[in-house]
């Protein structure tokens, strides 16, 4: 009998991103623009994985009246991975991201043939973790693993046997 995984646990954040954002940005000399503020809002309405294409598809309307523009979004991405907001990583020569700031600690795994990936809470790999960064008087922050493979309805689709033509 396997285990089902462990929920990822809530965070709770001293302020919203919004406004860690507006403060990164003043430590280096920026104002926090309409457009930031349309950006940021439309990234933290909902939780999912999205590349700069993905955020375009849900920004296209302020896109197509000029009430942001396509490089302001992919400068303000730069930005909010900078200011600890958005976690990227690459998958398939795309950077992908994901929220950071407020998100429980996880790790995913990545399906090779769907291309999905699945957050998963591991107590064994904090431990890991964590024994690790003693044993070499190391103050770990954080980590990210990421398994690749194949996800369990790939794997059913591979073992049917293709459908028979007449």
């Known amino acids: 009998m396997s285990e089902s995984p462990l929920p990822l646990q809530p965070v709770v954040a001293p302020e919203s991103p919004e406004q860690r954002f507006e403060k990164f940005l003043r430590t280096r000399g920026k104002r926090m623009t ?8 439309t990234i933290f309405s909902h939780h999912d994985h999205f590349d700069a294409d993905d955020l375009m598809v849900h920004l296209r309307d302020q896109i197509a009246s000029r009430e942001v523009s396509r490089p ?7 930005e909010l991975v900078e200011a600890g907001l958005l976690r990227r990583m690459t ?4 950077y992908v991201y994901e929220h950071d700031y407020g998100y429980p600690d996880h790790d995913h795994l990545y399906c090779q043939v769907c291309h999905r990936l699945i957050e998963f809470y591991s107590p ?13 008087h190391f103050q770990a922050l954080s980590h990210r693993l990421l398994i690749s493979g194949i996800c369990d309805a790939c794997q059913s689709e591979e073992k049917q046997p293709p459908a028979k033509t007449v």
């Open 34 to 41: 309409s457009q930031r503020r349309l950006i940021i809002a």
């Open 72 to 78: 302001t979004v992919y400068r303000t991405l730069g």
């Open 91 to 94: 998958l398939r020569d795309r």
């Open 124 to 136: 064994l790999l904090a431990e890991i973790r964590e024994q690790v960064s003693k044993e070499h």
